[in-house]
């Protein structure tokens, strides 16, 4: 079948490939045929090598389309349903799980050192333990979760991760209050996302901050109520706050720098929730004392810091309502072939999401 191969970490180019062949099916397992999948910034970052990831491998992570076989031992999946991908999917059984944490189950990283593709050459690994840039791949079965039949399938996708992530962090973990206020730094597919968490949960103010204008323009259809550049922030916190600082601040970007600039502008006793993916040697630091006499909570947020079963399912229900807009997200389209494209435009934060038709 057709994927799309990175062979090195480091590389920016992926060779698009027609002999790969997804591997692994057996009990518990599921065979399924991708119709859309969305090209996130984590992917670009595993290439990059920001987020470990051992290569050659298959990126792409956010996924859906129907399940072509089911293994020994799967109940509640059939040949034909339509699905999305679950790229962290919740054991049920271990200590977070049982706390009702599954965000922080990692019975799904244990899946991400096995290859689950072969070529002529050899073993090919699938991001996050799934690799979504392929025309099939062979998963556990909690990563197939069954959507309605009014869930276009570039949508599921987006839900699959993006939207899933944004909104959680603004609606389960940073817990927004209506008529606070809120900035989001970093206004790609994720940050638009919890733009519109923070809009649902009622804030009265949302500064949208990206270097990138089109970004901007976008944020502003998307609910926040203004936008600007990052030499703009500190204007817009004495305009906004009066100089006291933001009562949230979301950093989705994934770096120390932008964090730090985060914290600087959430006010004291307020909320700092990092929802970006950054480096295993890229360190936010904080002096002592202010992290006593400040008191700002710090909150990272995972997958959208909430059980993405039942995000899932609020993700779908406030789009039937007309409460966030996920069409207007997928800003590029392309087939398989096209995905460098698709990559150079998200490298240069030309499109918030690409949807990879397959």
């Known amino acids: 079948m057709r994927a799309a191969v990175l062979h090195e970490i480091g590389q920016e180019k992926l060779e698009v490939l027609d002999d790969v062949e997804a591997v692994g099916f057996g009990p518990g397992k599921v065979r399924l045929r991708i119709r859309a999948t969305g090209l996130c910034h984590s992917d670009v970052s595993a290439m990059s090598g920001v987020l470990p990831q051992p290569a050659p491998f298959i990126p ?35 200590p977070s ?53 009014d869930v276009p399938f570039e949508i599921a996708a987006l839900i699959g991760c993006g939207v899933t992530t944004g909104l959680g962090a603004a609606i389960n973990t940073a817990k927004v209050e209506p008529g606070s206020s809120v900035a989001v730094i970093g206004c790609g597919g994720v940050g638009i996302s919890t733009i519109q968490g923070a809009r649902v949960q009622g804030a009265a103010q949302i ?43 979301f950093e989705v970007v994934g770096k120390s720098a932008t964090a730090r600039t985060a914290y600087e502008n959430t006010r004291r006793g307020g909320t700092l929730c990092v929802v970006g993916a950054g480096a295993m040697d890229d360190n936010f630091q904080v002096n ?29 229900a406030l789009w039937r309502a007309g409460r966030i807009d996920l069409e207007s997200m997928i800003t590029h389209r392309v087939r398989l072939d096209g995905v460098n494209d698709a990559l150079d435009q998200m490298r ?10 397959l």
């Open 207 to 249: 500064i949208a901050v990206d270097p990138v204008a089109s970004r901007r323009e976008a944020a502003l259809r998307f609910g926040a109520t203004e936008a600007v550049a990052p030499d703009g922030l500190a204007d817009a916190k004495q305009r906004v706050t009066g100089g006291e600082g933001f009562d949230y601040v």
């Open 60 to 94: 792409g992570h956010e996924g859906a389309g129907e399940v072509v076989d089911i293994g020994d031992g799967v109940t509640g999946l059939s040949a034909g349903d339509r699905v999305l991908v679950c790229w962290l999917p919740a054991c049920g059984a271990c």
């Open 288 to 316: 002592m004392f202010e992290l006593f006499f400040d008191e700002k909570r710090i909150l990272p947020s995972m997958y959208g810091g909430g059980d993405v079963l039942r995000s899932y399912e609020r993700a779908i």
């Open 97 to 149: 799980c049982k706390r009702g944490q599954t965000q922080l189950c990692l019975a799904g990283f244990m899946n991400a050192g096995t290859p689950n593709f072969k070529r002529p050459g050899g073993d090919v690994f699938g991001f996050a333990g799934t690799g979504t840039f392929t025309e099939e791949v062979v998963v556990g079965a909690g990563c197939a979760v069954p959507i309605p039949d």
């Open 348 to 357: 240069t934060g030309e499109s918030l999401r690409t949807c990879i038709e």
